[in-house]
């Protein structure tokens, strides 16, 4: 079955760091555009990084440029999210999703997406 299991969430005070892994089971992760969103209560789910199926595109939201890295990890069939000089503001639930097609759109639209995880607690507070 086709499976994304999204880890690496939890507590960090602002300033810290965390790595977030999507991790893919009954296919590989090699030919799929990869996009990682996050949502917080009571927003509207927000496009953070997308990574292209041929290593050739990647793409980073606007709030979180220069501080997060969007990589693959192949031997592990995952793709990871290293999150830097975090923010209170980053605080949401983030889910990583394939994107439809090889290579990232021009939008964030989840429409576009077509297998999702269950997403991973991000909490950044003092």
């Known amino acids: 079955q086709v499976q994304l299991v999204e880890s690496g969430g939890g507590l960090v005070q602002p300033g810290g760091s965390l790595r977030l892994s999507c991790a893919a089971s009954?296919?590989?992760?090699?030919?799929?555009?990869i996009g990682w969103f996050r949502q917080a209560p009571g927003k509207e789910r927000e496009g953070v990084s997308c990574?292209?199926?041929?290593?050739?595109?990647?793409y980073y939201g606007d709030s979180v440029k220069d501080r997060f890295t969007i990589s693959r990890d192949s031997a592990k069939n995952a793709v990871t999210l290293q999150m830097n000089s975090l923010k209170p503001e980053d605080s949401a639930v983030y889910y990583c999703?394939?994107?439809?097609?090889?290579?990232?759109?021009?939008?964030?639209?989840?429409?576009?997406?077509?297998?999702w995880g269950q997403g991973t607690q991000v909490t950044v507070s003092s």
């Open positions: 009954g296919f590989t992760l090699d030919y799929y555009a």
């Open positions: 990574i292209s199926g041929t290593d050739s595109q990647i």
């Open positions: 999703a394939t994107h439809a097609l090889t290579r990232c759109g021009r939008s964030w639209s989840t429409d576009d997406y077509k297998y």
